[in-house]
């Protein structure tokens, strides 16, 4: 298993060519953006290249993107400038208990490697999120299309860790990098938010993700 350390470095080796792959918000952002009050305070923890904080901000808002990689935070501050844009590890975040109105967690949670880092992670966004404060989290779905193989694999043998994988990223040179994810098994992602002590508002499918709208109590 990598460690977080390893799975950011992979991000660096490929932040270019991933950053430019990605350029429109998630469409899970733009439906949280529709929830939040003016002017909230956001938190875009796993913000890569900084689209999302790029709408974010283009839409009124405080936000603040932090992320484990390196290069995908010199992208962000090629979009949005320096302020308000940090490195740091998702399951030890650098804010005070209550410090924003919503947490976005967009296709990051999937990158933490293990059971135990996950729900660290969902502790600490609940810590940084105010009282009836949003978070929405995303994450790759086990059920999808290509990933057919895996999903009657996990049916078979009932094992969690075929769950655990890793996808290749072909850089223009050649390079083969791979990324590690933990696809998510349809009702796991709930469990996660509800076990960080969010109150699940909704739930759903958008494309390859498994989608949750949690409110903290």
């Known amino acids: 298993m990598p460690t977080r350390g390893e799975i950011a470095a992979t991000f660096d080796a490929i932040a270019d060519e991933f950053d430019a792959s990605r350029v429109k918000p998630w469409p899970e952002t733009l439906t949280f953006e529709s929830r939040l009050p003016r002017a909230a305070r956001v938190l875009d923890l796993g913000c890569d290249g900084g689209r999302n904080l790029a709408f974010l901000r283009e839409r009124g808002h405080t936000a603040v993107g932090l992320d484990a990689s390196r290069a995908l935070l010199a992208r962000s501050v090629a979009k949005v400038g320096t302020g308000h844009i940090l490195g740091g590890d998702a399951i030890r975040l650098p804010f005070r208990r209550g410090t924003f109105d919503a947490v976005l967690c967009v296709a990051t949670v999937h990158h933490l490697p293990s059971p135990e880092e996950r729900h660290q992670c969902m502790t600490e966004m609940v810590r940084v999120l105010r009282p009836g404060g949003l978070a929405i989290l ?25 769950q655990d994988l890793f996808v290749p990223w072909r850089r223009s040179d050649g390079r083969v990098v791979q990324r590690f994810y933990h696809l998510f098994r349809a009702g796991e992602l709930e469990r996660l938010v509800q076990s960080g002590g969010l109150a699940v508002e909704r739930a759903w499918r958008e494309g390859d993700n498994h989608v949750v709208l949690g409110r903290r109590p």
Not at 148 to 158: C, K, M, N, T
């Open 138 to 162: 995303s994450a790759w779905a086990l059920e999808q299309e290509r990933f057919q193989a895996v999903h009657d694999e996990h049916l078979r043998e009932r094992d969690a860790a075929v």
